[in-house]
């Protein structure tokens, strides 16, 4: 049996991107908003069926946008899950919003809606959610509680796309939706984001906001002879250079997932018995959620024990790495938010969650060595 390290994640690689990126090097156009940010754009609202999607620098930049076409202020509070990473209450944060921290499920490690609802006051303005790991959060009570308070909901999607929830697509279900294509991602670019929406009117102002609040999307367009400062607004639009890789990258979307699924369920296949005996819970899909197989995760009874099973696959050259830090005892969350109820299943998630190498191109002997090396340990 092979001795080279399993390594956590790899980037794929789609074949196009050389010929992508030459082409563009070859060009005099190497800013956004070229032939590439037009093309992977128009796969993006192919995959997802968005009608408006936008390319950005990050997740975090398109999460940032969310909040100036909130018009989030001061006087705002949004409530954001304590277990996930920070841009999530960063982008909320940087309006002057108060960060509310609510609960999750321990079934998915998604926000529960009975803990927003606890937490709902007269200025909440929005509530963000993440599709931990690809699958979908509880949307119908989520929604309902959106409608009965008069919130946005933000889908923070950085792991889930192609997911779905009933039939529906992450990231275009409530007000707003963002994605990731950071490295670590099913799809990348090494660094890249994207904003999608539903509402023209919506669209029509982020168009502005994320080209240094000009209209010059418009004016590209023909639309306007010139282009001026219109509103508050940064500078949101990748290169072309990474839209071109991005663009690669979406040609083989299809490909990527098979991979990934495969691997993911590899892992569900082998691992229910050992769980069973360890007293081990593993990632659970709901009947009503199609996946992303972003993540392959599992829980351990107790912090202590996760961290041995982690050193344990470190020592047989495996990296399966724990994940975030709950935002609410943070030195930032502290500061810039508030806690009304404990979130105690956050803490408890994150002190035993574990998570296993998953990368497309992972090979069936690599993943056998993962299992094996699993079920050899004794929790």
Excluded at 59 to 64: D, H, R, S
Excluded at 218 to 232: E, N
Aim: hydrophobic fraction near 40%; charged fraction near 20%.
């Amino acid at each position: 049996m092979s001795t080279d390290r399993v390594i956590f994640s790899r980037p794929f690689r789609a074949r196009r991107e050389l010929a992508n990126l030459e082409a563009v090097l070859a060009s005099d156009h190497s800013h956004g908003d070229g032939q590439f940010t037009a093309a992977a754009t128009a796969k993006l609202k192919t995959i997802t069926g968005a009608p408006h999607a936008l390319l950005t620098t990050s997740c975090t930049a398109a999460l940032e946008m969310t909040g100036l076409l909130l018009e989030l202020g001061p006087d705002d509070e949004v409530i954001v899950p304590s277990f996930a990473f920070t841009s999530t209450a960063n982008a909320m944060a940087l309006r002057g919003a108060t960060c509310v921290f609510a609960d999750i499920d321990l079934d998915t490690g998604n926000l529960d809606p009975e803990s927003v609802a606890a937490v709902v006051t007269e200025r909440t303005k929005a509530v963000v959610v993440i599709h931990y790991g690809g699958v979908a959060a509880d949307m119908d009570r989520l929604l309902d509680l959106a409608n009965t308070h008069g919130f946005a909901i933000v889908e923070d999607n950085a792991h889930g796309l192609g997911g779905t929830w009933r039939g529906q697509r992450l990231g275009t279900i409530g007000t707003m939706g963002s994605l990731s294509f950071h490295d670590t991602k099913n799809v990348h670019c090494g660094e890249g984001g994207a904003l999608l929406l539903t509402d023209e009117i919506l669209m029509a102002r982020a168009e502005i906001i994320r080209e240094k609040g000009t209209d010059r999307a418009r004016f590209l367009r023909g639309a306007v002879d010139k282009y001026s400062w219109q509103d508050i607004g940064s500078s949101y639009l990748p290169s072309e250079l990474n839209a071109a890789v991005l663009d690669a990258q979406l040609d083989e979307f299809d490909t990527i997932q098979a991979g990934r699924h495969r691997v993911w369920d590899a892992y569900a296949a082998a691992l229910p018995e050992w769980a069973a005996r360890n007293d081990v819970r593993l990632m659970r899909i709901p009947a009503d959620r199609g996946h992303t197989a972003h993540l392959y995760y599992l829980r351990t009874p107790t912090e202590q024990r996760r961290d041995d099973l982690i050193a344990h696959l470190a020592s047989r050259g495996i990296s399966a790495p724990f994940h975030y830090v709950p935002l609410d005892s943070s030195p930032a969350g502290l500061k810039l938010g508030r806690t009304p109820v404990p979130c105690t299943r956050s803490a408890e998630f994150s002190g035993t969650v574990v998570r296993l190498p998953l990368w497309p191109a992972l090979s069936d002997e690599q993943v056998d060595r993962v299992v094996d090396a699993v079920t050899a340990f004794t929790v």
